[in-house]
């Protein structure tokens, strides 16, 4: 114990928090940039007016009230050293934010996973041709409940430390908070994860097997290849959001089950510590990742996003200085440099 609590002192967990702030400010304001691009593109084009893009732009919204917020708090918490009363205030309002985002993200991709398992394994449900929209619209309200019901608590239950007022805890785990931390992971990730596997494991099982009658297997092949990608892309994004996320659910369980608080872990030693502190900081990064994830697997959003930034003034300026260089002449170069 006493070597345990001598390693522990010579740890400056201040320093830690201190640079683990310092870094995310501008990589949350890359995410903000990035979902604002992500969310232009959306809105602006014809060819994103369906049904699943119209479901993304609640998880870009959200994703971007998260970066805001976020890089405005990690921005205060660099520069200065809030009140005991404003560092309580602040660090609520963060959960708030940050579960939230989380929330309504991953709500949104079960919806799109339901849609698209109607639209593509039951085309012809007549209750679902009928009472599309406010069969979504009642999904997006239980999803908002679902939701609601853990994030409208963590404006109470989180909470600083008077000799630490940066750094964010539930700082005393009781029967309450660990029954909260329990639903939290039921709401949050259990319910979604068991959705989302449902959802498009039936597609997936679906598109392997069936061929339109009338049509041969290259035919068939052909026509559904695009919906195989897009549905590639959304199964990718919806692992992605279950496997940076369940450290974070996994450590909340932990908590719950052992009732020590995050600076109560310190304790066990510094591995366990910023394992704990990491897994919290992963599922903040959701909304910064998110942005990414649309580009790398949706073309048509890759495809505009380059025609947007390519048309910069920047960006021009910058490619017509690149290919003047190029133009001169190997000798004229040499010239130049002499």
Do not use: M, W
């Given at each position: 114990m006493n070597a345990s609590s001598n390693t522990n002192n010579t740890i400056d967990y201040h320093a830690i928090n201190a640079y683990a702030y310092a870094a995310a400010i501008p990589i949350s304001m890359i995410g903000l940039l990035t979902n604002i691009l992500i969310f232009y593109i959306i809105v602006k084009h014809k060819i994103f007016r369906k049904t699943t893009y119209y479901l993304l732009r609640i998880s870009v919204v959200s994703d971007i009230i998260s970066n805001s917020t976020t890089?405005?708090?990690y921005m205060i918490v660099s520069v200065a050293n809030p009140s005991y009363p404003d560092g309580i205030a602040l660090?609520?309002?963060l959960v708030f934010v940050i579960l939230s985002s989380y929330g309504a993200s991953m709500m949104t991709l079960c919806v799109i996973g339901i849609d698209r398992y109607f639209a593509i394994v039951r085309p012809l449900s007549s209750f679902y041709r009928q009472h599309k929209y406010s069969f979504i619209g009642g999904l997006l309200a239980?999803?908002?409940?679902?939701?609601?019901?853990i994030t409208i608590p963590a404006l109470f239950f989180p909470s600083v430390y008077p000799d630490d007022t940066k750094f964010c805890d539930f700082i005393s785990v009781t029967p309450l908070v660990s029954f909260y931390f329990t639903m939290s992971t039921i709401n949050l990730y259990i319910i979604p994860a068991i959705t989302l596997m449902i959802s498009y494991g039936k597609i997936i099982f679906y598109m392997r097997s069936y061929v339109r009658p009338g049509q041969g297997v290259t035919a068939a092949?052909?026509?559904n290849e695009k919906k195989k990608k897009f549905i590639r892309m959304l199964t990718f994004i919806a692992g992605s959001y279950l496997l940076i996320s369940w450290p974070f659910f996994a450590t909340s369980l932990g908590m719950a089950i052992t009732g020590k608080s995050l600076r109560q872990i310190r304790q066990f030693g510094v591995v366990y510590y910023l394992l704990a502190f990491f897994s919290f900081s992963t599922t903040t990064a959701i909304s910064i990742i998110n942005p990414f994830l649309y580009l790398n697997f949706d073309h048509a959003i890759r495809k505009?996003?380059?025609?947007?930034?390519?048309?910069?003034?920047v960006v021009r300026t910058m490619m017509a200085s690149s290919t003047?260089?190029?133009?001169v002449p190997s000798g004229n170069k040499s010239a130049n440099l002499a």
């Open positions: 890089s405005f708090a660090c609520r309002v239980t999803g908002g409940v679902l939701t609601l019901s092949d052909e026509e505009k996003a380059k025609q947007h930034i390519i048309s910069l003034p003047d260089e190029s133009a």
